[in-house]
């Protein structure tokens, strides 16, 4: 096999070879799995050099058995679909309940657990695809989808396309955990975060939306001008205490299907800022709650608790479940096509 189409990572337990892709375009250069279609590295200018600005693994085994989604693509349907289970067209589909009493993210054997294909690979720009059978973890239809990774100068995007022989529920998001001051630095409590988003789904203590949309302002919530992540994140807000920090759905401004600001991230250590853009209806926000303290991850660095954060672009969780928000229902012979661009710069003193 070509190297632009990578090399051995590892064998899954099931005996299937897993690859990792590298692109490179001389300002940006990230490495890419098979397994999961995840982002394992990406390495962005710092202002002493080079970052590795995600967190990741550096043995296959840990993506197949550790927790946590690191880098990868989720899917069928990102985040929680509330008891496992939604009507579509008048039938009642039953998925997993791998989240307590709920679904999440697309199941046992998620998207982000199985080995994709290669279809395309230059060197600064990859084409991952994977067949989803009629049924897999008892969602409808099968479903033909690719993602593309590209790096475009100081930007490195994702693109999501789908489709399905019936109509079926469909939300993909890439599950990276940022640490803009490097993977292994320890928490990103002192880093600084803006989101364009003046509303978002308030949920219950299980992460379900409640089913309306909050305004954010007068809240913890209200993220709209740029400060560090901790500032308020120990306040006795209800969704705070529920959530053990940051794991809400906020509401991107502005119309969906349109590519729009929705976050930006800024390292005072690293000097490095990350901007977001994103055609997606929704963001989640995820300060790493769950990530235990010292789990090994690469080059033997230690992570832990809020070591790093997710923005995780999407439709709303339990969409499937809730008519007041933008529909997630991908119908036959239409295709799902959702961009989202992360670019890096330099903020110098």
Request: hydrophobic content about 35%; overall charge negative.
């Given at each position: 096999m070509s190297e632009a189409f990578g090399k051995t990572f590892g064998v899954t337990k099931n005996g299937e070879e897993v690859r990792e892709v590298t692109l490179d375009n001389g300002v940006l250069s990230c490495g890419i799995l098979t397994?999961?279609?995840?982002?394992?590295?990406?390495?962005?200018?710092?202002k002493t050099g080079p970052v590795d600005v995600v967190l990741g693994y550096d043995s296959l085994e840990q993506y197949e058995t550790e927790g946590g989604f690191f880098g990868a693509t989720v899917g069928r349907f990102a985040n929680r679909i509330a008891g496992g289970r939604f009507t579509l067209n008048g039938q009642e589909y039953v998925l997993a309940r791998n989240d307590g009493p709920n679904h999440l993210h697309g199941g046992e054997v998620g998207w982000s657990h199985r080995v994709w294909t290669i279809e395309e690979a230059d060197g600064v720009r990859a084409v991952f695809t994977l067949d989803s059978s009629d049924g897999e973890e008892g969602y409808p239809g099968r479903m033909q989808v690719r993602v593309t990774y590209a790096l475009e100068g100081d930007a490195l995007s994702i693109r999501y396309e789908a489709s399905s022989d019936r109509d079926t529920p469909c939300s993909l998001t890439n599950h990276s955990y940022f640490n803009l001051s490097g993977q292994g630095s320890g928490p990103v409590l002192d880093q600084e975060l803006k989101l364009w988003a003046s509303s978002y789904t308030p949920a219950d203590s299980t992460s379900i939306p409640l089913g309306w949309i909050d305004p954010v302002e007068g809240t913890p919530m209200d993220l709209r001008t740029s400060g560090p992540i901790g500032a308020r994140i120990e306040e006795p807000?209800?969704?705070?205490?529920?959530?053990?920090?940051?794991?809400?759905?906020?509401?991107?401004?502005?119309?969906?299907?349109?590519?729009?600001?929705?976050?930006?991230?800024?390292?005072?250590?690293?000097?490095?800022?990350?901007?977001?853009?994103?055609?997606?209806?929704?963001?989640?926000?995820?300060?790493?709650?769950f990530v235990e303290e010292g789990r090994r991850g690469k080059g033997g660095a230690a992570y832990g608790f809020r070591h790093g954060f997710c923005l995780e672009t999407q439709y709303f969780p339990d969409t499937p479940n809730q008519p007041a928000f933008p529909s997630a229902t991908l119908r036959v012979g239409e295709k799902y096509d959702h961009l989202t661009r992360f670019r890096f710069s330099l903020e110098r003193p």
């Amino acid at each position: 096999m070509s190297e632009a189409f990578g090399k051995t990572f590892g064998v899954t337990k099931n005996g299937e070879e897993v690859r990792e892709v590298t692109l490179d375009n001389g300002v940006l250069s990230c490495g890419i799995l098979t397994f999961g279609a995840a982002l394992r590295t990406l390495l962005v200018p710092g202002k002493t050099g080079p970052v590795d600005v995600v967190l990741g693994y550096d043995s296959l085994e840990q993506y197949e058995t550790e927790g946590g989604f690191f880098g990868a693509t989720v899917g069928r349907f990102a985040n929680r679909i509330a008891g496992g289970r939604f009507t579509l067209n008048g039938q009642e589909y039953v998925l997993a309940r791998n989240d307590g009493p709920n679904h999440l993210h697309g199941g046992e054997v998620g998207w982000s657990h199985r080995v994709w294909t290669i279809e395309e690979a230059d060197g600064v720009r990859a084409v991952f695809t994977l067949d989803s059978s009629d049924g897999e973890e008892g969602y409808p239809g099968r479903m033909q989808v690719r993602v593309t990774y590209a790096l475009e100068g100081d930007a490195l995007s994702i693109r999501y396309e789908a489709s399905s022989d019936r109509d079926t529920p469909c939300s993909l998001t890439n599950h990276s955990y940022f640490n803009l001051s490097g993977q292994g630095s320890g928490p990103v409590l002192d880093q600084e975060l803006k989101l364009w988003a003046s509303s978002y789904t308030p949920a219950d203590s299980t992460s379900i939306p409640l089913g309306w949309i909050d305004p954010v302002e007068g809240t913890p919530m209200d993220l709209r001008t740029s400060g560090p992540i901790g500032a308020r994140i120990e306040e006795p807000f209800q969704q705070l205490v529920w959530g053990h920090g940051y794991d809400h759905n906020f509401v991107v401004d502005g119309r969906p299907g349109t590519l729009r600001p929705a976050a930006r991230a800024f390292s005072r250590t690293s000097g490095i800022v990350m901007e977001v853009e994103t055609t997606s209806p929704g963001l989640q926000f995820y300060t790493a709650n769950f990530v235990e303290e010292g789990r090994r991850g690469k080059g033997g660095a230690a992570y832990g608790f809020r070591h790093g954060f997710c923005l995780e672009t999407q439709y709303f969780p339990d969409t499937p479940n809730q008519p007041a928000f933008p529909s997630a229902t991908l119908r036959v012979g239409e295709k799902y096509d959702h961009l989202t661009r992360f670019r890096f710069s330099l903020e110098r003193p």
